[in-house]
Nanobody
Framework: DVQLVESGGGSVQAGGSLRLSCAAS????????MGWFLQAPGKEREGVAA????????YYHDSVKGRFTISPDNAKKTVNLEMNSLKPEDTGMYYC?????????????????WGQGTQVTVS
């Protein structure tokens, strides 16, 4: 089993920055993709960024390209999401997720394990 724990959320003003971290524990040996997803108020969960095989490839939603960076810390078994130039539309619950196989840039339903989420509010 895999456990994912997010941290780093908070409230910032527009233009500010936050750094989210996702710590993975348990059976993480077969870990193909790690992803960050946003569930904005009243909207469905959607992908923000994903990373394949410890950093070989990264993927971003168009709305965050150039502002967000996903990166692994393989020694610590964490995946970080650096968020800069934040906008009010970035507000919502951010979830970390993991999948063992298949395409990384994919629907949330294809991911196997999820964290509890961390709230980001941009005003």
């Amino acid at each position: 089993d895999v456990q994912l724990v997010e941290s780093g959320g908070g409230s910032v003003q527009a233009g500010g920055s936050l750094r989210l971290s996702c710590a993975a524990s348990g059976n993480t040996v077969r870990r193909n993709c790690m992803g960050w997803f946003l569930q904005a108020p009243g909207k469905e969960r959607e992908g923000v960024a994903a990373i394949y095989n410890g950093g070989a490839n990264t993927y971003y939603h168009d709305s965050v390209k150039g502002r967000f960076t996903i990166s692994p810390d393989n020694a610590k078994k964490t995946v970080n999401l650096e968020m800069n130039s934040l906008k009010p539309e970035d507000t919502g619950m951010y979830y970390c997720a993991m999948k063992r196989s298949g395409t990384c840039w994919a629907a949330p339903a294809s991911y196997d394990s999820w964290g509890q989420g961390t709230q980001v509010t941009v005003s």
